[in-house]
């Protein structure tokens, strides 16, 4: 089992920058596919961005790349989203996701473990 849990979430300004943190817990996830995702109030959970098992690709959603950046820290076996330029339609609930099996996934249904995500809200 792994338990996940993000944080760094808040209340940003647009323009603004937040780092998200997951952290885990109970297996290392340094050879796990690792991914985050979010909702927004009314929407369904859509992908934000993934890294692969070995830490040496990552694949973004169009709407975040350029602006989001996923990364891992094995010895602290932590996974991290740092999010630039943030607008208000970045505004939802982040989740992060552990993969056991895939090289880098990005459908919901592929992930194994959840965290229980955390709000990030942008003001305009």
């Known amino acids: 089992q792994v338990q996940l849990v993000e944080s760094g979430g808040g209340l940003v300004q647009a323009g603004g920058s937040l780092r998200l943190s997951c952290a885990a817990s109970?297996?290392?996830?340094?050879?796990?596919?690792m991914g985050w995702f979010r909702q927004a109030p009314g929407k369904e959970r859509e992908f934000v961005a993934a890294?692969?098992?070995?830490?040496?690709?990552?694949y973004y959603a169009d709407s975040v790349k350029g602006r989001f950046s996923i990364s891992r820290d094995n010895a602290k076996n932590t996974v991290y989203l740092q999010m630039n330029s943030l607008k208000p339609e970045d505004t939802a609930v982040y989740y992060c996701?552990?993969?056991?099996?895939?090289?880098?996934?990005?459908?919901?249904?592929?992930?194994?473990?959840w965290g229980q995500g955390t709000q990030v809200t942008v003001s305009s």
């Open positions: 996701a552990a993969d056991t099996r895939r090289y880098m996934p990005i459908r919901i249904m592929d992930y194994d473990y």
């Open positions: 109970g297996r290392t996830v340094s050879r796990y596919a």
């Open positions: 890294l692969s098992f070995s830490g040496g690709s990552t």
